[in-house]
């Protein structure tokens, strides 16, 4: 299993390159320039791995939710890629990313409640659980809204306390103080190509691979995803 993966969802731009369970990774925390830096991040995984593009499984990439303008560069990154080496592609959560990267960093830890600064005075997230190989399996559905209107899953009542994961905790105060007493710990991580790869293994596994022009990003808010009017 040979896979690319790619993020650059916030200001961490990110490359992996997944062969037989061994990553070879770039990664770089700015605020802009994410363009040209992804592509040359790729460009040094691949020869460090002395891999060809064309040779590949699949190309992964962080579909969202986060920056729009970051979201979108990802997966019209992976489309190109992905066309000119005649791959198909695998979206993959960037809040799945997230979760991943804090069950990966405590092997205890069971469940992860996620949140991501989404700007406007809200946050992006989700809950994900340890599933099967130690990878991050959704529980509902990813939200975006105001910090007050996070929740638990009902069933997580019972059994052991999620940690927080995510930029959001640090973002809005509010939010670390009210789930301060809920949950074990919190984790200000932000997503990485290193996960994204780890997650679209078993999507490739199973066959749940898209053709390039279905690379799209994902953004959650309906009022961005929603196309404008050509009265705007």
């Given at each position: ?67 729009f ?8 990154v ?6 000119g ?5 695998i ?56 910090p ?29 103080t ?10 200000e ?44």
């Open positions: 299993m040979r896979i690319l993966a790619l993020d650059t969802a916030t200001e961490n731009c990110s490359a992996a390159l997944l062969v037989d369970g061994r990553l070879t990774v770039r990664e770089r925390r700015q605020p802009r320039g994410h363009a040209e830096l992804i592509l040359a991040m790729v460009d040094e995984v691949l020869r460090e791995a002395g891999a060809r593009l064309e040779d590949l499984s699949a190309l992964a990439f962080g579909r969202g939710p986060g920056s303008t970051g979201v979108r560069l990802a997966a019209s992976a489309q190109g890629l992905a066309h080496a005649g791959l198909r592609v979206p993959v959560s960037d809040l799945g990313a997230v979760a991943q990267r804090a069950l990966g960093e405590d092997a205890a830890l069971a469940r992860v409640l996620v949140c991501n600064d989404a700007r406007m005075r809200e946050v992006y997230w989700a809950c994900f659980s340890r599933g099967a190989g130690g990878l991050a399996e959704p529980v509902g559905a990813e939200r975006v809204s105001d007050g209107r996070v929740a638990l899953p009902p069933e997580w009542s019972v059994g052991p306390k999620p940690v927080g994961a995510g930029n959001g905790f640090a973002a809005y105060p509010e939010l670390r009210a789930w301060s007493g809920a949950l074990t710990a919190l984790r991580v932000e997503p990485r190509a290193a996960e994204i790869a780890l997650l679209a293994v078993p999507e490739a596994l199973a066959g749940r691979l898209l053709d390039p022009e279905q690379a799209l990003p994902v953004y959650v808010r309906d009022d961005v995803a929603r196309p404008q009017s050509s009265g705007h």
